[in-house]
């Protein structure tokens, strides 16, 4: 092409830019990519608030809880996690493996409140993974929407796996995905649990364990009256045969420990959570507001898992706990 | 210096194209001058707030202040492998053009793709859009901190 030709294109391109030109808008982006966890771990404990800051019973810089603010400390807390309403446990374990607190009324048992929605457990299975809950004191061969104290402080309003249709009605599939966590009459050691963590063929990819009345913080009749203390002990024994289990040494494994409500305050008050292992971030706090529906979320952008309502589609994934 | 018969009317034609434009930027420049309208020269003009905006949020809303095309960043929330994730932007066009978006991200690294569904969306004088950014990772994306530009006319 001759020169004056480009010299007259050159100036027509220039003239027609000037015309019609527009703003270009440069973003920096900083993205972090992590390996998802291959298995997770949950531990429902019950009935208090975040810290002693907040309220004499709360649970970090507790004296009596001096285990789990180790924990809390060490590895990555949530320090703005609050449950989805207060002083009925069951509707917060329903918005964690449910995504909506008010498909349950209150605390009604399975047979009167069963939940014809799709749960957790079904996007985890399908998905290709599996999945099991283990309830402390459950005693193996009872129907699955069996109610009463088990071998010891069992309580099935801790146990909302019961409550879906679909596992409520295929006895099959109840019996052999919401199972005894512990072979004795009552209470730790966990062992079937345990046991489970330590067999990477027997590990499930999800594992919630739900424990009785009194590990759990919960308390009751039966239960130490320093509550506290008592759970705080058995966290003490449990999670280090957590963190040491085969499953955690994998690499790929990841605890999530928290409370239900907070009960001794209003429910905008935070709860404890806490997030430990080797896909976890130490030394980690994080003032972003979260609440139980975020524990869908987390689990469904760790997995790329659909969501189940537009709680848990709208509310914020806990990922940054990840690492 | 010759010049083809081709070139002579390709030459032609790109001058009567040239002054044809030269005339209709100098109309509008004397009408401006002129008085007798607040004509400006129709170009597109993009701002942008990226600052805590959700898939919920109505851009029209947002304070003109909180609109800017100058040190714009965002730090994406970790993504897991084999997942994709979202933020949104609010972009505005204070010009007088439609403008016809392009989102047009820098490197990324093997195994990350960049989307939005307002790719090639138009958006009009004076218009607001929530643009959704998708990030996605394949089960083989390298693990670990990565940064780049996006770029979006």
Same mark, same amino acid.
């Given at each position: 092409?001759?020169?004056?030709?480009? @010299?007259?294109?050159?100036?027509?391109?220039?003239?027609?830019?000037?015309?019609?030109?527009?703003?270009?808008?440069? @973003?920096?982006?900083?993205?972090?990519?992590?390996?998802?966890?291959?298995? $997770?771990?949950?531990?429902?404990?019950?009935?208090?608030?975040?810290?002693?800051?907040?309220?004499?019973?709360?649970?970090?810089?507790?004296?009596?809880?001096?285990? $789990?603010?180790?924990?809390?400390?060490?590895?990555?807390?949530?320090?703005?996690?609050?449950?989805?309403?207060?002083?009925?446990?069951?509707?917060?374990?329903?918005?964690?493996?449910?995504?909506?607190?008010?498909?349950?009324?209150?605390?009604?048992?399975?047979?009167?409140?069963?939940?014809?929605?799709?749960?957790?457990?079904?996007?985890?299975?399908?998905?290709?993974?599996?999945?099991?809950?283990?309830?402390?004191?459950?005693?193996?061969?009872?129907?699955?929407?069996?109610?009463?104290?088990?071998?010891?402080?069992?309580?099935?309003?801790?146990?909302?796996?019961?409550?879906?249709?679909?596992?409520?009605?295929?006895?099959?599939?109840?019996?052999?995905?919401?199972?005894?966590?512990?072979?004795?009459?009552?209470?730790?050691?966990?062992?079937?649990? @345990?046991?489970?963590?330590?067999?990477?063929?027997?590990?499930?990819?999800?594992?919630?364990?739900?424990?009785?009345?009194?590990?759990?913080?919960?308390?009751?009749?039966?239960?130490?009256?320093?509550?506290?203390?008592?759970?705080?002990?058995?966290?003490?024994?449990?999670?280090?045969?957590?963190?040491?289990?085969?499953?955690?040494?994998?690499?790929?494994?990841?605890?999530?420990?928290?409370?239900?409500?907070?009960?001794?305050?209003?429910?905008?008050?935070?709860?404890?959570?806490?997030?430990?292992?080797?896909?976890?971030?130490?030394?980690?706090?994080?003032?972003?507001?979260?609440?139980?529906?975020?524990?869908?979320?987390?689990?469904?952008?760790?997995?790329?898992?659909?969501?189940?309502?537009?709680?848990?589609?709208?509310?914020?994934?806990?990922?940054?706990?990840?690492? | 210096?010759?010049?083809?018969?081709?070139?002579?009317?390709?030459?032609?034609?790109?001058?009567? =194209?040239?002054?044809?434009?030269?005339?209709?930027?100098?109309?509008?420049?004397?009408?401006?001058?002129?008085?007798?309208?607040?004509?400006?020269?129709?170009?597109?003009?993009?701002?942008?707030?990226?600052?805590?905006?959700?898939?919920?949020?109505?851009?029209?809303?947002?304070?003109?202040?909180?609109?800017?095309?100058?040190?714009?960043?965002?730090?994406?929330?970790?993504?897991?492998?084999?997942?994709?994730?979202?933020?949104?932007?609010?972009?505005?066009?204070?010009?007088?053009?439609?403008?016809?978006?392009?989102?047009?991200?820098?490197?990324?690294?093997? =195994?990350?793709?960049?989307?939005?569904?307002?790719? =090639?969306?138009?958006?009009?004088?004076? =218009?607001?859009?929530?643009?959704?950014?998708?990030?996605?990772?394949?089960?083989?994306?390298?693990?670990?901190?990565?940064?780049?530009?996006?770029?979006?006319?």
């Amino acid at each position: 092409m001759s020169k004056p030709l480009l @010299i007259l294109l050159a100036v027509l391109f220039l003239t027609v830019s000037g015309v019609v030109g527009e703003t270009q808008l440069s @973003i920096g982006i900083i993205a972090s990519i992590i390996s998802p966890p291959t298995y $997770i771990v949950t531990i429902l404990m019950e009935n208090h608030p975040l810290n002693v800051t907040l309220n004499p019973n709360g649970v970090i810089g507790n004296p009596n809880a001096s285990y $789990i603010t180790f924990l809390a400390r060490n590895a990555s807390l949530a320090e703005n996690y609050v449950a989805v309403t207060n002083l009925n446990s069951l509707p917060n374990y329903v918005a964690l493996t449910g995504g909506n607190k008010s498909l349950v009324p209150n605390n009604c048992l399975p047979s009167l409140c069963p939940i014809n929605e799709p749960n957790i457990a079904d996007r985890i299975e399908k998905s290709g993974r599996n999945w099991k809950a283990y309830m402390e004191d459950l005693l193996p061969g009872q129907p699955c929407t069996y109610s009463g104290s088990g071998s010891g402080h069992y309580d099935v309003f801790h146990n909302p796996f019961v409550y879906y249709a679909d596992v409520q009605d295929n006895v099959t599939r109840c019996s052999s995905h919401v199972v005894p966590a512990n072979s004795g009459s009552s209470g730790p050691p966990d062992d079937l649990f @345990i046991n489970d963590l330590n067999n990477l063929t027997t590990a499930s990819n999800f594992m919630w364990l739900t424990p009785n009345n009194c590990d759990d913080m919960h308390g009751g009749n039966g239960c130490s009256s320093s509550i506290m203390t008592f759970a705080d002990n058995y966290t003490r024994q449990l999670v280090p045969k957590i963190l040491s289990s085969l499953v955690f040494k994998t690499g790929k494994a990841a605890l999530f420990i928290v409370w239900d409500e907070p009960t001794y305050c209003s429910v905008a008050c935070q709860i404890p959570a806490i997030w430990i292992g080797p896909t976890i971030k130490q030394h980690y706090l994080s003032n972003k507001p979260y609440d139980h529906y975020s524990y869908l979320s987390t689990l469904e952008s760790l997995w790329a898992l659909p969501t189940l309502t537009v709680n848990d589609a709208l509310a914020s994934s806990m990922i940054e706990f990840f690492q | 210096m010759t010049v083809s018969s081709t070139s002579r009317k390709l030459l032609f034609v790109l001058a009567v =194209g040239l002054m044809f434009t030269a005339a209709y930027a100098y109309a509008t420049t004397y009408l401006n001058i002129g008085g007798t309208g607040a004509i400006t020269l129709p170009n597109s003009n993009l701002f942008a707030d990226v600052t805590s905006i959700s898939a919920s949020t109505i851009c029209s809303a947002i304070s003109s202040s909180s609109y800017t095309d100058t040190s714009l960043s965002v730090t994406w929330p970790s993504l897991a492998q084999g997942t994709s994730s979202s933020i949104y932007i609010c972009l505005k066009n204070t010009g007088s053009a439609i403008d016809k978006l392009n989102f047009a991200p820098g490197t990324l690294p093997a =195994g990350v793709s960049f989307t939005s569904p307002q790719q =090639g969306w138009a958006l009009g004088p004076s =218009g607001f859009v929530l643009s959704q950014l998708i990030f996605t990772a394949t089960t083989t994306a390298t693990a670990g901190s990565f940064s780049f530009m996006l770029s979006i006319t």
